[in-house]
């Protein structure tokens, strides 16, 4: 087999299309409810990430006949965390104990040191095979996660619309703003304080530094997101009073795969808790997104095990687990 690196730009569909039927395949496997990505889905996500920047490398294992047998990547925090690299691969099942993982582990340990990173960290379903490679190569678990799901056609729209009505009682204080696609340059400054409230979720074992958003990055996300051709909804509360943005919650519908969402953050300034506004941003997200994007049938969103207080308010919703998972951390 060889390992070949290639240019993110150079990506072709056709190519992508081989990398979605890896990933299906493990996943088949791995994690049989997941919905697997689709090939213009890498092919944007490689180009793109979640900043508009593309993987910093990118490798493709093939047999020798041509065959696609696995794929990783790495890609590097430019605006934080100037410690760490993340790394993703994918092995065809039928290719399992080949030393395709191992070409692939190899080749982002090289990178990650070339980069200056000393900790790499990645994701991958609990006590599959990826977790067990991963272990016997110098893994160890930071976090247990799981991930929720939302079935927007089964979901009770009058127990949503109550936690709504309640919730809007105790944030009388505070009004919702809907916002469909990219923040104005006007807001962006205010939404950091917004954004970086994240960094209250619990890590656990995680070596990981405070997340920044600058507007440039903010800025960046947005074009990222409208080049993968996720569809960015969010729901932002203010307080009435001063003006200031007290937190938000961001749903991403993916065009690439009709009928697939993912719940991104969702966030309270830590002034502003308290008042139940979590529950207010996703239930009032739930109810716009019935009349929005009709067609939604799966929401997916991940939490650490221990964020209990989202839970609560997932479950509340009428989320149910649907996998369970790890992340991963290696030191260089």
Known sequence: MRCERIDPADLALSTAEEMAAVAAAEAAVETPT?????????????????DDHPNDALWLVRADEGDLLGFGSVDVTHWDNPHLAFVF??????????GVGTRLVEAQLTEARKLGR????????????????????????????????????????PHVEELASRAAAAASEYELVRLDGPASEEMLPELTAVFEAINDAPNDDLALDPDRFPPERLRRYDAAMTARRQHVYRVLAR??????????????????????????????VRAHRGHQLGMWLKATM????REEQPALTTIDTWNATTNT?????????????????VAMQRRV
Not at 38 to 45: D, F, N, R, V
Not at 142 to 150: D, K, N, Y
Not at 248 to 268: A, F, M, N, W
């Open 34 to 50: 997941a919905i697997p990505p689709s090939a213009e889905g890498i092919l944007l996500q490689a180009r793109h990430g979640h």
């Open 89 to 98: 691969c994918n092995v065809a099942p039928a290719a399992r104990a080949k």
């Open 118 to 157: 000393s900790t790499l960290l990645t994701f991958t379903p609990m006590d599959g095979h990826a977790a067990r490679f991963l272990a016997a190569n110098g893994f160890e678990v930071g976090q247990h996660e799981a991930q929720r799901r939302l079935e927007p056609r089964n979901l009770d729209y």
């Open 239 to 268: 307080h009435r009073r001063t003006g200031e943005w007290a937190g938000h919650t961001i749903l991403c519908v993916d065009d690439t795969r009709p009928g697939y969402g993912v719940q991104e953050d969702t966030s309270v």
């Open 286 to 289: 739930l109810l716009w997104m």
């Open 309 to 325: 207080h989202m839970i609560a308010v997932n479950d509340a919703l009428g989320c149910r687990v649907s996998a369970l998972g």
